[in-house]
């Protein structure tokens, strides 16, 4: 069974770096028929894709317009997780974070299967 | 910010069939596939439609997707009181080059 536990701060000064990371179990992060997610949950702007990394021969990653140059998410074989970096945090970014795996089955795309238990983010002075 | 249109909520008794609409474009639904997920108070989402129609393994037949030019739609027939939870729809977007999800529809068993 593939679980997914995050760990970081709920708490984050306006200006500054959020890191959030993702520990995964039963699946790899280097696996060829997945890819790993993070995406937020906030009222005012429902849920929300942050982007992506996967691993076909080599490492890919994708980002929203949206955030795109304040979002960096990072593969970590040695330990198998992954982690999100949003820098420049403002309020707005008050939401609840998940980490997620996609999933292909016989190259089809499934879907996002396995979620974290997520993390309230706060960001406030 | 959510590109995909979703009514806010619906409604039905027990045994009832409910029914939820998922407004895209050309970029997303028109082009690429649909997914539906179910998401509890205080939980995470959990998937309930993959592939516009197809059902993963626990789902109850009861739980049904369409798709139709640049719309989806979820049904639920033989509506239960565990039914009741917040739905949304999610598909790709080529224009934006990423994942989306519609505003979400809060379903309650009457």
């Known amino acids: 069974q593939v679980q997914l536990r995050q760990s970081g701060p709920g708490l984050v000064k306006p200006s500054q770096t959020l890191s959030l990371t993702c520990a995964i179990s039963?699946?790899?992060?280097?696996?060829?028929?997945?890819?790993w997610n993070w995406i937020r949950q906030s009222p005012s702007r429902g849920l929300e894709w942050l982007g992506r990394?996967?691993?076909?021969?080599?490492?890919?990653?994708e980002y929203p317009v949206s955030v795109k140059g304040r979002v960096t998410i990072d593969p970590d074989t040695s330990k198998n997780q992954f982690s999100l970096q949003l820098n420049s945090m403002i309020p707005e970014d008050t939401a609840v974070y998940y980490c997620?795996?996609?999933?292909?089955?016989?190259?089809?795309?499934?879907?996002?299967?396995?979620w974290g238990q997520g993390t309230t983010v706060t960001v406030s002075s | 910010q959510s590109v995909l249109t979703q009514p806010p909520s619906a409604s039905g008794t027990p045994g009832q069939r409910v029914t939820i609409s998922c407004s895209g474009s050309?970029?997303?639904?028109?082009?690429?596939?649909v997914n539906w997920y179910r998401q509890f108070p205080g939980t995470a989402p959990q998937l309930v439609i993959y592939n516009i129609n197809q059902r993963p393994s626990g789902v109850p037949d009861r739980f049904s997707g369409s798709k139709s030019a640049t719309s989806a739609s979820l049904a639920i027939s033989g509506l239960q009181s565990e039914d009741e939870a917040d739905y949304y729809c999610a598909s790709w977007d080529d224009s934006l080059k990423g994942r989306v999800f519609g505003t979400g529809t809060k379903v309650t068993v009457l």
């Open positions: 039963g699946d790899s992060v280097s696996s060829g028929s997945a890819a």
């Open positions: 997620s795996r996609e999933t292909w089955i016989r190259g089809a795309y499934y879907g996002v299967d396995v």
């Open positions: 990394t996967y691993y076909r021969s080599k490492w890919y990653y």
């Open positions: 050309s970029s997303n639904i028109g082009t690429n596939t």
